[in-house]
């Protein structure tokens, strides 16, 4: 049995040895003819671009001076040009290519392989490798025969055909040949029972690693890429090395291109960059996150982009140290907050201060201790049009004073609607002399009729005003509140009998001038 078995496979091996030789020597001819075309390729481009039929009958007639090439048909723009009347029979087509357009094709150029040849050379050189093939394994098969047939050839051979069907990682294991419980063979057995049984263990735990690892790297690869806020990993100079794409569609609303650095911590991008730096390193000092909230810099100054910052800086296990930066855009709520604060702060019908807004400005200034002069007015005979010519008219007359006092005050000053149909003027660092200008000229210019175009009226309205100090008159608010109310309402007591006093100064102001 082991000889037929051995002559057998001497046989078959001889057969496939044959076969294998003979398609080797099949590919070497066709891969013959790829390289022939890549010879003539670009002559052959120059032929079909310019459409010269007898270049293109070199390249053909040239292609079948070798013995591989039996026929050569070179086709563009409508001509054909082939080396002789044999029929293609499995030629191989190859695409011209234009020159200076790589991506168009302006011909095609088949070659036909000269079969007979190229099996005639093949059988030749596989009849004569398959000779040298048999007589290697006759000697092997004797040898083999009466050497290693009992005491090798045969437990190998059974030991072999079990590893071949054994599945690493699987629970199938050798069994011991008979009479080699303690040779050389059976000890080879036990020990790849142990190694089977040591990578059925190891490829369990690696199942199990891979299984949690595909799984925890799908959830990074989801909370990374799909998260809305950019998230960018740099070196502490500067250098980029991993980014998500909500990062790229950030930088595209910043009118930016990607760069491998911005700088350190992404410094170029933000409108203030020590602001930046200087938290983030308050932060490191104290082993804390940085976090804080700062303005990109966009193309277009009114439209202004916030971002909440975070960083923490990553320690890798070579002691690298890196920057983890994140975005969050805060933009929306930015301008809500705005939004709101101006609501808090301003009068929504004469878009001045309200009366939130000017006890913040005066708290401030009492704060910093810098000087100014409140001026509270109230409007003359204001009622009267709002009741005879309604509520409509009234605010039409309280947005025309809004505006006359914008124009009446210096860019330093700063006015409101108190409530009703009184306003508060805040004169910085005025004296009476300024004070009283500044009145003088706000209720020349509301004394003016206005026209009421509903009716067709003219109307005409006046004020009273009262002056109070810091520090000079008090440094209590309250107190100067209480003060200029008086003195408007002394004020408002003459104004029909004395139209032109039409402002006070806070008594204990007037007491000390006139002691002087």
């Known amino acids: 049995m082991i000889g037929f078995a051995s002559v057998a496979i001497g046989f078959l091996s001889t057969q496939l040895f044959y076969r294998l030789t003979f398609n080797q020597e099949v590919d070497i001819a066709t891969q013959s003819i790829e390289s022939l075309f890549k010879t ?3 002559t052959a481009a120059t032929a079909a671009y310019l459409a010269e039929q007898d270049l293109a009958q070199e390249v053909v007639d040239g292609l079948t001076t070798n013995e591989v090439v039996d026929n050569v048909v070179m086709s563009f723009e409508g001509n054909s040009v082939k080396a002789n009347d044999k029929p293609l029979l499995d030629a191989v087509t190859f695409p011209i290519v234009s020159l200076f357009e790589p991506d168009r094709a302006i011909g095609q150029l088949q070659i036909a392989p000269n079969i007979d040849y ?100 799908k959830r990074f690869r989801m909370l990374f890429e799909k998260s809305i806020s950019p998230i960018i990993l740099i070196e502490p100079r500067g250098n980029i090395l991993l980014y998500n794409s909500a990062f790229d569609q950030t930088l595209s609303k910043l009118g930016l291109s990607f760069r491998k650095s911005f700088g350190p911590l992404l410094e170029e991008l933000f409108v203030e960059p020590e602001a930046l730096s200087e938290s983030v390193e308050r932060a490191f000092a104290n082993d804390e996150i940085a976090t804080g909230e700062f303005r990109l810099r966009t193309t277009d100054a009114s439209e202004s982009m916030w971002v909440q910052v975070i960083v923490t800086s ?122 009283t200008q500044v009145v003088e000229r706000l209720v020349r210019l509301i004394s003016k009729p206005y026209y009421l175009r509903k009716f067709d009226k003219n109307v005409t309205i006046g004020a009273s005003a009262g002056a109070a100090s810091f520090p000079t008159d008090s440094s209590d608010l309250q107190a100067l509140l209480h003060l200029a109310d008086q003195a408007m309402y002394q004020a408002k007591e003459v104004k029909e009998t004395c139209p032109d006093d039409f402002l006070r100064f806070a008594q204990p102001l007037i007491t000390e001038e006139e002691h002087v």
């Open 40 to 42: 003539v390729e670009a």
């Open 314 to 435: 990553i320690i890798s296990e070579d002691l690298r140290e890196y920057y983890q930066i994140t975005l969050h855009d805060i933009s929306k709520r930015k301008r809500e907050l705005d939004v709101l604060a101006y609501q808090a702060d301003f009068d929504k019908l004469t878009k001045l201060n309200n009366r939130q807004g000017l006890e913040k400005h005066l708290h401030q200034l009492i704060k910093e201790e810098k000087p100014f002069t409140l001026v509270l007015m109230d409007l003359n005979w204001f009622k009267q049009v709002n009741d005879i010519y309604g509520h409509k008219s009234g605010d039409e007359i309280l947005i025309f004073v809004a505006d006359k006092i914008k124009k009446a005050i210096r860019p330093t000053d700063l006015a409101g609607r108190w409530g009703g149909d009184e306003f508060v003027l805040i004169l910085n660092n005025a004296n009476q002399t300024l004070t």
């Open 118 to 217: 190229i099996e005639t050379r093949a059988q030749q050189l596989a009849s004569e490798n398959s000779k040298a093939m048999i007589m290697q394994a006759v000697v092997v098969t004797v040898v083999a025969i009466f050497v290693a047939f009992y005491l090798i050839t045969r437990p190998m051979i059974s030991i072999a055909r079990a590893l071949h069907k054994t599945n690493p990682g699987g629970r199938s294991r050798l069994s011991v040949p008979d009479f080699h419980g303690n040779s050389e063979l059976g000890i080879l057995v036990r020990d790849v029972n142990k190694l089977l049984d040591k990578t059925e263990s190891q490829f369990s735990q690696e199942r199990k690693l891979r299984e949690e690892i595909e799984v925890l790297e």
